[in-house]
């Protein structure tokens, strides 16, 4: 799946209060602080149980419902759905391989949707509010390793501390990922057949681009090519252990709207 790249820094600088440190970050107002939360759901427009984990993975986005987290939200549609009568749009074979892995680390049988996976760490079914706050609230408490994101002409600086000694096998690959705001779906076949589907944070790309290690930080600045268009666009860095699959920090750009 592709999507294009921007490279007009104007548009860029707009964007540079909204940096999201991956540690501890402020609310606007207030004085309560977050934790930067990763929380990926893998889903598909072919199947009937994921609307429902679509419209949870929406409110944990728009609203922060969780106290101290700064949920960083992630929606991966896969492709295994797509040979019983409709393909998903927004779905790729990476999201199913990634997810894949993810059921290799967690000793499962296979894969399913909806599945929800919190920092790397937790899996659970997708559409479970009560399992999905906890797992959230629980990954507030645990280390992070600080992101900071910031313009520069036609790239996004990617800058992360090393991460601790005890991490496995002291290092971690870092992500770059681009996902869509929003997007909608008349669904004209398979199980969801009729249905107005609704979906957040769509991952349209995810890029490895380097490595963090306990005696060494990361900085790189991130190539943005394409027509400058970055509305309704994220830009999201994770950290993530190769082996257990635990991410250390997230990070979020988000352009005005």
Known sequence: MQTRFWSIVTLLT??????????????????ERRTAVMVELFT????????????????????????????????????????????????????????AAYARRFHLEGSYTPQMIVDGATELVGSDWSRAESAIAAATKLEKVPIRLSPVRGAVRVEVD???????????????????DSGTSDVLRGENQGRHLHHVAIVTNIQHVGNVSAKMAFTKDVPTGGNGDLKGVRIIVFVQEPENGRVWGAAMLRPAH
């Open 44 to 99: 598909s427009e072919g199947c009937s149980s994921c609307p429902s984990a679509d419209l949870l993975l929406e409110k944990l986005d728009q609203s922060q419902p969780v106290p101290g987290a700064m949920i960083i939200a992630l929606s991966e549609h896969v492709d295994y759905w797509n040979h019983i009568g409709w393909t998903d749009p927004y779905s790729s074979a990476v999201f199913s391989s990634r997810q």
């Open 162 to 180: 090393a991460i601790p000694s005890f991490a496995a096998r002291g290092k971690a690959d870092v992500y770059f990922v681009l996902a869509q």
């Open 14 to 31: 707009g964007i540079a209060s909204a940096v999201i440190a991956a540690e501890r970050v402020p609310p606007a107002s207030g004085p």
